[in-house]
């Protein structure tokens, strides 16, 4: 009796000893102690994650040791946290209210996805199951207003394109396209290049399943033609690069008929980039502006109203003149302009 108790107050002791360091860094991150009893352990974490009303300190505490665990106990880490789940609750906590529990899993995440993995685990899929549930919400917290969760978010994706290097994870980003916003689907179509040029040319030759990520691309092009068109041209120029345009012609042969012809609409597509010029405001809206203004003080004038001889639109900053032939001012009154309204 008086064993148990005492067991319970060093798991007590343990908590408490956790909760007090909720922005622990990797290099404080200590050993469990050897009689620790994990099943046991594991209960406590399970009914805190699933608790919806539990104290954010103690899921943060939770996290805290998994990131010990995962130092310490990978074979236990792995048994629990892959085996047994967990991973689903924890990477519910990114969407957390509380800032610094979002933070803490993303550290935890990055921790998990910084180390490559070993020939040994490479055929375990629950591995790759994660990172496909995690790539959603990382993509989406790069959106987040909270700048430190921003840069989070993109240094855990970061890790997975570096390390994570596996057929299926590549195919995720391209396969998260179709069913994320404009923008999303833009952030993944960077990092699923980022991947591509991460991989040796054999590994795309050689893989049976390429054609799975073309059909991927082929129908994300079809939910949007002329929005999606430019995202699928920089991700088959990229395999072009890598693979070189014999190896890539070669791939494509074996895809469907409908497939083959989307890649060469879209390799034949001329992309127009539309750059922003700094200070300058060179959108249509802003054309209209000024053409309206030109004929309101054409009318005027034909009305015989008065008008200051030094009337001007300002059209850039002074100083910031940034395209050939467009001046910083533009005279109402001037008679060219009149003449060519």
């Not at 404080?28 to 594991?42: A, G, Q, T, W």
């Not at 010990?68 to 906590?93: S, T, V, W």
């Not at 840069?151 to 890790?159: H, V």
């Not at 040796?200 to 929005?227: D, G, M």
Request: aromatic residues 8%; hydrophobic residues 40%.
């Amino acid at each position: 009796m008086a064993t148990e108790n005492s067991k319970k107050a060093k798991d007590q002791f343990l908590m408490e000893e956790e909760m007090k360091n909720i922005n622990l860094s990797y290099e404080l991150l200590k050993p469990l102690p050897s009689e620790c009893d994990f099943v046991s352990m594991m209960q406590k974490f399970k009914d805190i994650l699933q608790n919806k009303n539990s104290d954010w300190t103690l899921q943060i505490s939770v996290i805290n040791y998994f990131r010990r665990i995962l130092k310490f106990e990978k074979k236990i880490f792995i048994q629990f946290f892959y085996g047994a789940k967990f991973y689903e609750k924890i990477i519910d906590l990114i969407n957390s209210v509380r800032s610094s529990l979002s933070k803490n899993v993303l550290v935890l995440l990055n921790e998990i996805f910084s180390n490559p993995i070993s020939e040994q685990d490479k055929n375990d899929t629950s591995i790759i199951q994660v990172i496909k549930v995690t790539i959603p919400h990382l993509i989406s917290k790069i959106n987040s207003n909270q700048s430190f969760i921003k840069a989070d978010s993109k240094i855990c994706l970061e890790s997975i394109i570096t390390n994570m290097k596996y057929f299926d994870v590549l195919l995720a980003f391209i396969q998260i396209m179709n069913t994320k916003k404009a923008k999303d689907a833009e952030l993944c179509a960077e990092f699923a290049i980022k991947m591509i040029k991460n991989f040796e040319k054999e590994f795309f030759v050689q893989s049976p399943r390429f054609n799975e990520l073309i059909k991927c691309i082929a129908t994300f092009y079809e939910a949007q033609k002329n929005i999606n068109v430019k995202i699928c041209k920089n991700i088959l120029n990229c395999f072009v690069e890598i693979m070189g345009k014999e190896e890539f012609g070669h791939k494509i042969e074996k895809c469907t008929k409908k497939e083959k012809e989307d890649v060469k609409t879209i390799m034949e597509t001329k992309v127009v980039e539309v750059k922003k010029k700094n200070g300058t405001n060179t959108s249509l809206h802003f054309r209209k502006d000024i053409k309206e203004r030109r004929k309101s003080f054409k009318l005027s004038k034909l009305n015989g109203k008065k008008e200051n001889k030094s009337q001007t639109i300002k059209l850039v900053p002074k100083g910031k003149e940034t395209m050939v032939g467009i001046p910083t001012t533009l005279k109402l009154n001037d008679e060219n302009v009149l003449k060519n309204n």
